[in-house]
């Protein structure tokens, strides 16, 4: 009788074991996708963030600003279900936040009081919350940044903290 329940349940198990096992899989590549794209985003954003109302890219007086990116697309081979549920929504919402951005971005006039300012505060925002989501999936899924094109060797957390602090200077001036 033991040997027909221990029989029964060996099937279960390994079923079980084998669809954990592939959810796990499907969780660490669809981060390894996502880390990818949010990151490349941030740097758009942060592109956008750097170009200055006086002079425009790469400090060439009457061109025009740097393009805001396009929303974020997420690859079809994302396996959505597999994340974390809790990181779920900020991911999903970003492109439609990106979206309302530049929306606003496109009604204001390029020479309206306020233009830089808006843009360059939405696109703080937007390339640190890309980069936070970058950073709490390499830490869910113990994935390094191997990539040492970082020559200033300034951990990622404390760029974000330099850019949430240059938020917050645009923010007072404007209240100024």
Not at 74 to 80: G, L, N, Q, S, V
Not at 120 to 149: H, M, N, P, Q, V
Not at 160 to 166: F, G, P, R, S
């Amino acid at each position: 009788m033991l040997g027909v329940l221990a029989g029964s349940f060996i099937p279960i198990f390994k079923d079980w074991w084998f669809a954990k096992s592939k959810q796990k899989e499907d969780a660490y590549y669809s981060s390894i996708r996502l880390i990818c794209i949010l990151e490349a985003y941030g740097d758009l954003c942060f592109e956008v963030v750097f170009d200055d109302e006086d002079n425009h890219f790469y400090n060439i007086p009457g061109t025009m600003p740097v393009n805001t990116p396009d929303p974020i697309k997420f690859a079809d081979d994302i396996k959505w279900k597999s994340l974390m549920k809790s990181l779920s929504y900020d991911i999903m919402s970003l492109p439609d936040k990106a979206e309302r951005v530049n929306n606003n971005i496109k009604r204001m006039k390029f020479y309206d009081e306020g233009w830089y300012s808006y843009r360059t505060e939405s696109y703080i925002e937007l390339g640190i919350l890309a980069l936070k989501i970058a950073i709490k999936l390499r830490c869910e899924y113990k994935i390094e940044d191997t990539f040492s094109s970082n020559k200033l060797n300034i951990p990622l957390g404390e760029i974000i903290k330099q850019l949430e602090d240059e938020r917050r200077k645009i923010e007072m001036n404007n209240k100024s």
